[in-house]
């Protein structure tokens, strides 16, 4: 009998552990699973492609047989005998390498992270719904499927995903979806268009509405017109002060009477990252070593494994094109053919508004505009939660857009005013495929100009080249019509004077084509000078990055690729260069040498050679290092350590105690780094200066410069010891490639790295170039790039980071470009037959 039951204990026993080790319990993954031989991830190991193979696949839904051709990097260079079979090939491909990134980011989008992890991610969801991105995706996609060239290219791409989809096994899945335990589910056209709207809320989800508000309420007009004014007194614009219009304007809305109104303040908490950007740069072949025109692309986003990007060469009737695109997104989307290439960096204009609402009752079913009661449209989101009940949230919507939080609660990010509604360009859903896909084909300059009007968010500028000979550039997007500041500020919801009047012809967005001076250029500047006769926005990526490539540009002549790689890789910065000596000099004034006022000036006007007076005005190895700095900032310099702590606290110094949130208990913003310069240049007697927070005492700008630098050194020997090479930049910045999902051990850490925020080579700690490319035009159009990373997901796979190391050192890959599926290479062994 004892036997019995032992047998049935240690039977129980058996069933409890096959159960518990199979099973996801809280963040911990079903150990069971993953550690199986059988289907666990040692199963997601690959090795490296083998030098020569030739294999071949069935895949049904293809119409034709279909050439894959892979380079030693993985690249497949796909050749199809129609469109279908050519983004069926794209999408089984890519989902092939990178379906559960794809596919995440569309959980990301759609706010369904909760269905995978639990309820830490409901906020989350319900925020990413609330700012409707499933509204602004499925609005797109009705625009993608109303062209049939388009409809057909998202149908096939999804088609093609299926089909790798469906051959997976539980032992073959990713290795994520492993970790998490769930498993993928059917691709549609749908997704892709997710996958361009999260792009949209990263590049233009941004809006200092409240803020601005804010400062108003409380400063008042004066205030704001002093230190937030419409336009910087350094600016160097993507379109040149003074390039004639070829078009003429329309008459901008009236400014309403009762514009100038302040509104009450509200507190909240985090955005998408202000240092997203991005460069790009073309030369003309007046410039050129060729004399063929040569461009060059590095978009700034937050750098991730996988990487961000996916590079393929996509070749059928009409088109043969490499470049890269985003996985889950078909066509590409930087990149060059035989007649031309293009780039793309962020505008950063104004197209997110916030208006304040009137509501009826605490029903919040009517609002008031226009005179009269208006009712709100209720949408039910469903929520699905692993391990819990799903979740129902109401969300309201006005003629303007969704009332984000209609209710009093914490807010998951600062920009959301509540009970207020959002205008947003991305909600309007446009073409953005078709806009790519004919990129793809364009063979001139007319062809890429025919192109653009289909792209409607995020807004970007748009950069070309052609074996023409022809260079140009656009900020491009759907603009709406605006009065100057409108959207500076809180709109009212009420006043439909306040309402969006209409769009921006897109023939006159701003553009410039083959300027004179032999080159184009942008760097998230402004996209023109204040002759452009409608309102974008009143703020920009500060200008030194924009002016820097300039000044390059403009000195180069006998331009080749590696000019252009070189230049993306500068590591000076303009803003130490015009900030550093004035700085020191402060801080001798501070110590009670006060030099003459002349003297002062002279070492503020910048340069090694001005410094020199400056020499001794900070005691020790800290002052000799910074005197003698040459404004890089190389991995191994000391001094852009000590520069950036103390520029940065400097800052925050003068401005925290009259606009930050602890000081007033207002969710406010510091002034542009433009108007802050100039204060700490040219007005030493600002009543800005002084902290309020210390009655009894009024600050001065050299005792703040001193206190500033005092805090820079003493956290840097905090966190590396005494003043030694320990202090180097690349340990200070200590960039990080952090994998998609956070999972520990699957990202790159402590990448060793010079640049930094507002530099060319803008490599901060989580930010900096997801794609390096320098296209040479010219009979044999021949490109060069690399991404920090690799084409496989597979944190198993060689090809996961191979790349990242080449990225490091600022060098460049040359890209394998094919003219035929034969065409001999030597970089190119192996092949892959698609049969239908």
């Known amino acids: 009998m004892f036997s019995w039951i032992k047998a049935l204990l240690l039977l129980a ?117 609330r700012m409707g991105l499933p509204l602004g995706a499925a609005n797109s996609l009705r625009s993608m499927q109303a062209d ?44 892709c268009a997710l996958l361009l709207q999260l792009m949209a809320w990263d590049l233009s989800g941004r809006s200092d509405d409240l803020r601005m508000s804010n400062i108003l309420g409380k400063y008042g007009a004066a205030v704001v017109k002093d230190l937030f004014p419409d336009y910087p007194s350094r600016e160097d614009p993507i379109v040149p002060v003074g390039t004639p219009l070829d078009f003429k304007p329309l008459p901008a809305p009236p400014t309403p009477p009762s514009f100038t109104a302040a ?61 890269v695109t985003i996985p889950g997104a078909p066509s590409v989307i930087i990149g060059f053919n035989e007649s031309v290439a293009w780039g793309v960096t962020n505008v950063a204009a104004d197209v997110m508004d916030w208006y304040e609402l009137k509501f009826k009752d605490n029903t919040r079913r009517e609002y008031w ?73 364009a063979r001139s300059y007319q062809d890429y100009a025919a192109a653009l009007p289909y792209y409607g968010a995020p807004a970007q500028n748009f950069i070309f080249a052609s074996n023409d000979r022809d260079i140009a550039i656009w900020p491009n997007g759907r603009f709406p019509l605006k009065w100057r500041d409108q959207g500076k500020f809180i709109l009212d919801g009420s006043d439909p004077a306040y309402d969006w009047q209409g769009w921006i012809p897109a023939a006159h967005n701003p553009h410039v084509k083959n300027p004179a ?52 890789n500068d590591n000076l910065n303009l803003n130490a260069q015009l900030m550093l000596p004035r700085m020191l000099a402060l801080v001798t004034m501070a ?17 090694a050679a001005n410094r020199e007076s400056a020499s001794g005005l900070v005691d020790g190895l800290v002052g000799k290092e910074l005197s003698s700095w040459n404004y890089q900032y190389d991995a191994d310099a000391i001094a852009p350590s000590i520069f950036d702590l103390w520029y940065s606290d400097l800052v925050k110094r003068i401005w925290d105690d009259d606009f930050g949130l602890k000081a007033t208990g207002r969710e406010m913003r510091y002034p542009a780094r ?16 002084d902290d309020r927070r210390t009655p009894g005492h009024r600050e001065t700008l050299p005792e703040l410069a001193r206190l500033s630098l005092k805090f820079a050194t003493d956290s840097l020997t905090r966190k590396f010891g005494p003043f030694s090479s320990k202090w180097r930049w690349g340990s200070q910045k200590s960039t990080d490639i952090m994998h998609l999902a956070r999972l520990p ?92």
């Open 369 to 441: 505009h226009d005179g009269r009661w208006k009712p709100l449209r209720r949408v039910v989101e469903r929520i699905r939660v692993r391990g819990r009940p799903d979740r129902l949230d109401t969300i309201l919507y006005t003629h303007h857009g969704p009332v984000v939080y209609d209710r009093a609660e914490k807010p998951f990010n600062t920009q959301t005013p509540i009970a207020h509604a959002m205008r947003w360009t991305a909600h309007d859903g446009a073409n953005e495929v078709k806009a790519f896909y004919l990129l793809n084909r």
């Open 517 to 568: 001076r032999g080159f184009v250029s942008s760097a998230n500047q402004f996209s023109a000078g204040p002759d452009y006769p409608y309102y974008l926005n009143w703020i920009y990526a500060s200008y030194e990055r924009g002016h820097r490539i300039n000044q390059r540009l403009d000195q180069m002549t006998h331009v080749t690729p590696d000019s252009l790689r070189l230049l993306q």
């Open 591 to 607: 110590q009670g040498q006060k030099p003459a006022l002349a003297q002062v000036g002279k070492a503020a006007a910048g340069g």
């Open 148 to 191: 049939p060239a388009t409809r057909g290219v998202l149908e096939a791409y999804s088609q093609g995903v299926n089909a790798y989809i469906n051959q997976l096994t539980p032992a073959t899945l990713p290795f994520e979806y492993k970790l998490l335990d769930y498993r993928p589910e059917p691709w549609k056209p749908l997704k």
């Open 745 to 836: 051990g699957f990202g790159r850490m402590d990448v060793d790295c010079g640049g930094g925020a507002g530099i060319v080579n803008a490599t901060s700690e989580r930010n900096g170039p997801s794609w390096r490319m320098v296209v040479s035009l010219g009979p044999q159009v021949q490109g060069y790039g690399v991404y920090p990373g690799g084409q496989s997901g597979n944190p198993g796979s060689p090809y996961y980071d191979e790349m990242l190391e080449t990225w490091r050192t600022g060098q460049l890959h040359e890209l394998v470009f094919l003219r035929s599926a034969a065409e001999k290479h030597p970089r190119v062994p192996s092949a892959l037959a698609l049969k239908p």
């Open 13 to 129: 026993l058996s069933i409890t552990l096959t159960w518990a080790l199979n099973t996801k319990h809280g963040d911990a993954p079903p150990f069971g699973k993953l550690l199986s031989p059988y289907r666990g991830f040692w199963r997601n190991a690959e090795p490296v492609s083998p030098a020569s193979a030739e294999e071949s696949l069935q895949l049904p839904g293809l119409q034709q047989p279909v050439t894959v051709r892979f380079d030693d990097h993985r690249v497949p260079h796909v050749f199809a005998q129609n469109d279908h079979d050519l983004y069926f090939a794209q999408g089984y491909l890519t989902a092939r390498d990178r379906l559960w990134q794809m596919e995440f980011q569309t959980h990301v989008a759609a706010g369904r992270i909760s269905e995978i992890v639990g309820d830490k991610a409901l906020e989350y969801d319900r925020f990413q719904r």
């Open 674 to 689: 433009d108007r802050t310069n100039n204060l700490i240049l040219k007005e030493d007697s600002s009543r800005w200066i």
């Open 263 to 323: 509104y009450s303040a509200k507190v909240l908490e985090t955005e998408p990252d202000a240092e997203l950007g991005s460069n790009n740069f073309a030369v003309s072949g007046v410039k050129s070593a060729s004399g063929y025109p040569l461009l060059a692309n590095d978009p700034h986003l937050q750098l991730n494994l996988p990487s961000i990007w996916y590079q393929v060469q996509l070749s059928a009737p009409g088109v043969n094109v490499y470049g």
